[in-house]
């Protein structure tokens, strides 16, 4: 357990609106990342931080949006959701040299 | 480019039988970092292994066992006398390195059922 927590878990949202999901870590890890997970494409990066204010795109960021105003916080935001947003949203923090742990994940449909 | 392909995706036996599911990278990297994810029906991701490309050798954790071969750039996995507990979708993945900050890219997964 990397002591990984997102909210919400499930979410149904409409077309349009905008939405912010949050990844909370209480290990004080510095490199945290947001990945969606689709059928037939695994997980995919979204956005990561390393770093307070520090943060950089993946490789499926257009719609997104991320901050990271405190270690602990990593959040996501969909300024519109779109349908195409419908996924499953995995955060995740890097331990030790290469190990990423996840959290829970968060079921987002946009409707 | 980094890509990671699980061309199995979907594998069903029965109970008690062995299973190996197959992974193939693709890196221009001389070192690398390769991962096996499990995801059982509850939905979390759960580490298993991590393997660099500087060792070899084979692994054994109980029932599962890793073969890495570089020559044919392979990271397959195998479960020994499968239970129906090992149902899940396993996800191979690839450390891909941006600005240090060691990205993970991953395969489409393997979804595992083991039938009573």
């Known amino acids: 357990d990397a002591g990984i927590t997102q909210s919400p878990r499930h979410k149904v949202t409409e077309t349009g609106t905008p939405v912010t999901l949050r990844c909370h870590q209480t290990?004080?890890?510095?490199?945290m990342y947001w990945y969606r997970q689709d059928p037939g494409h695994g997980l995919r990066l979204i956005h990561y931080?390393?770093?307070?204010?520090?943060?950089d795109k993946g490789e499926v960021s257009d719609g997104y949006s991320v901050s990271r105003s405190k270690t602990e916080d990593f959040l996501l935001t969909l300024e519109s959701a779109t349908s195409s947003q419908t996924s499953v949203y995995f955060c995740?923090?890097?331990?030790?040299?290469?190990?990423?742990?996840f959290g829970p994940g968060t079921r987002l449909t946009v409707t | 480019a980094q890509k990671v392909t699980q061309a199995q995706t979907e594998i069903s036996v029965v109970e008690k039988e062995d299973v190996t599911l197959d992974c193939v990278y693709e890196?221009?990297?001389?070192?690398?970092?390769l991962f096996w994810y499990k995801q059982p029906p509850s939905g979390e991701l759960v580490f298993l292994i991590r393997?660099?490309?500087?060792?070899?050798q084979n692994e054994i954790s109980g029932r599962y066992s890793w073969n890495f071969q570089k020559s044919t750039s392979s990271f397959n996995f195998t479960i020994t006398a499968s239970q129906v507990v090992d149902s899940a979708v396993y996800f191979c993945?690839?450390?891909?390195?941006?600005?240090?900050?060691?990205?993970?890219?991953f395969g489409q997964g393997t979804r595992l059922t083991i039938n009573p």
């Open positions: 995740a923090i890097r331990q030790g040299e290469d190990e990423q742990y």
């Open positions: 290990e004080n890890h510095r490199y």
């Open positions: 931080s390393y770093g307070v204010k520090d943060t």
């Open positions: 890196t221009r990297d001389t070192t690398y970092y």
């Open positions: 393997r660099n490309s500087f060792d070899e």
């Open positions: 993945a690839l450390r891909s390195q941006i600005q240090g900050a060691q990205k993970l890219v």
